[in-house]
């Protein structure tokens, strides 16, 4: 198999696995309409993993999947952008080399591009940044518990042979 289709498998694998980690373990949020899941956790391993195109193309369209899904249409847009954006921030910061410690850094920060993303997106439906606001706790909670599951998840799968052999390699 060659790489251009290996990576095709890897995006297809990791959209799926987003899709369903999103669908799989859903806390409702009554003040919000929404809910609590852990699709971010497989966004973070595909973007330290594999990149963050890979990153991008998993979060993105993976979540947006879910949403479509789980009858949260009207939200697949802002989803496949911010979940899209998130991978691809991760995936960026940690291009060079991928440490412990940039890990938590780059996945805080993906965190809050998560958070702000639903903040703004949910300004826009709602028409109103205070009914938006009630939003980001929650997504806090998703973002922090997805950080935790994430980092230790990806760092084991990290020393496989054959996720090592997927790995996007940098040039500096």
């Known amino acids: 198999m060659n790489n251009k289709t290996k ?8 959209i799926a696995l987003v899709c369903i980690a999103t669908m ?19 966004i973070f391993v595909s973007s330290i993993l594999f990149g ?8 993105g369209i993976g979540s947006a999947l879910a949403d479509i899904l789980s009858g949260y249409t009207h939200w697949a ?10 991978g691809y921030l991760v995936g ?3 291009s060079k080399n991928t440490t412990f410690i940039k890990s938590i850094i780059a996945t805080f920060i993906g965190a809050i591009i998560m958070v702000f ?4 997106g949910g300004a826009i439906l709602e028409g109103s940044f ?32 054959s996720v090592k052999s997927f790995k996007v390699k940098h040039k500096n």
């Open 24 to 42: 799989a373990i859903q806390i409702p949020i009554p003040a919000t309409h929404g809910y609590i899941n852990i699709g971010d956790t497989i």
């Open 7 to 14: 990576r095709i498998v890897i995006n297809g694998l990791m």
């Open 92 to 94: 960026m910061l940690l």
């Open 117 to 120: 993303g639903y903040f703004i």
């Open 130 to 161: 205070a009914a938006s606001a009630t939003s980001i706790p929650s997504n806090s909670i998703q973002g922090f518990v997805s950080i935790i599951l994430s980092i230790p998840l990806a760092h084991s799968l990290s020393n496989i042979k």
């Open 77 to 86: 847009i802002f989803t496949l952008i911010i979940k899209g954006i998130e």
């Open 52 to 59: 963050p195109v890979s990153g991008m193309i998993a979060g």
